[in-house]
């Protein structure tokens, strides 16, 4: 099975094919991944074009999608998942939505309990916490790094990753192990079980976890003259 991983849920525009197997690992066939949280959109597509160009594949030889669907910022958020969605339409293949955090998850590798820890901007962090086998069972949520330390103790985390983790590892007082951003392996092992077995997608919904900063302008100010 030929899978497309696309995440632009943090500053890492990243695009992959990947080979997946029931009797094997999966294997990356090709890849590229830029940390540019300005370039999404400017980025993303000829990524996945080089990325299918070291594989040796056309977009019609994919057979799906997985796809970063946050918790991350508005605007690089949507530029995975409307790139997504086009091709999905497109090459009538299914796209199916990745949490980013479990990709992170997934790819730090199971063993301890684990707090994946992103970027969220407003001196805030995404977050999530994971069991010894990897599973989700807190989160995504969206805090203060000083205001997740008091948690730490109720979640029972005993090491971190992703970005957040790293640049917030003083406050957090966690080491820190994985990547620091998702990346196609990550993607594709999320969504593993739902790609092996083709079951039917969930609804390609991003996680924002809050409002965005742009809002619709009030009404204009009358101006009366003196």
Avoid at 45 to 73: E, K, N, S
Avoid at 99 to 104: F, M, P, S, Y
Avoid at 167 to 194: E, F, I, N, Q, S
Wanted: some cysteine; overall charge neutral; hydrophobic content about 45%.
């Amino acid at each position: 099975m030929l899978v497309l991983a696309i995440d632009t849920a943090t500053a890492s525009v990243t695009a992959g094919v990947v080979a997946l197997a029931d009797d094997a690992p999966p294997r990356v066939l090709g890849q590229r991944v830029t940390v540019d949280g300005m370039a999404h959109g400017e980025l993303l597509t000829p990524h996945v074009t080089d990325a299918l160009a070291d594989a040796g594949l056309r977009p019609a030889d994919l057979d799906a999608i997985a796809c970063g669907v946050g918790p991350g910022p508005f605007t690089g958020l949507r530029a995975g998942m409307v790139t997504a969605a086009a091709l999905g339409h497109g090459l009538s293949i299914p796209v199916y939505p990745v949490c980013t955090l479990d990709a992170i998850a997934v790819e730090a590798g199971g063993g301890s309990p684990l707090l994946v820890v992103t970027d969220a901007r407003r001196r805030e962090v995404y977050w999530a916490a994971y069991d010894g086998a990897g599973r989700r069972v807190e989160g995504p949520g969206v805090a203060r790094p000083a205001d997740l330390v008091g948690r730490l103790t109720e979640l029972g985390v005993t090491q971190s990753a992703g970005h957040g983790a790293d640049a917030h590892a003083d406050v957090l007082g966690l080491p820190v192990v994985g990547p620091a951003h998702p990346t196609p392996l990550g993607l594709v092992g999320a969504a593993r079980l739902a790609l092996l077995s083709r079951a039917a997608p969930g609804p390609l919904t991003p996680l924002y976890l809050r409002r965005p900063d742009a809002v619709e302008p009030g009404a204009r100010k009358r101006v009366t003259r003196p």
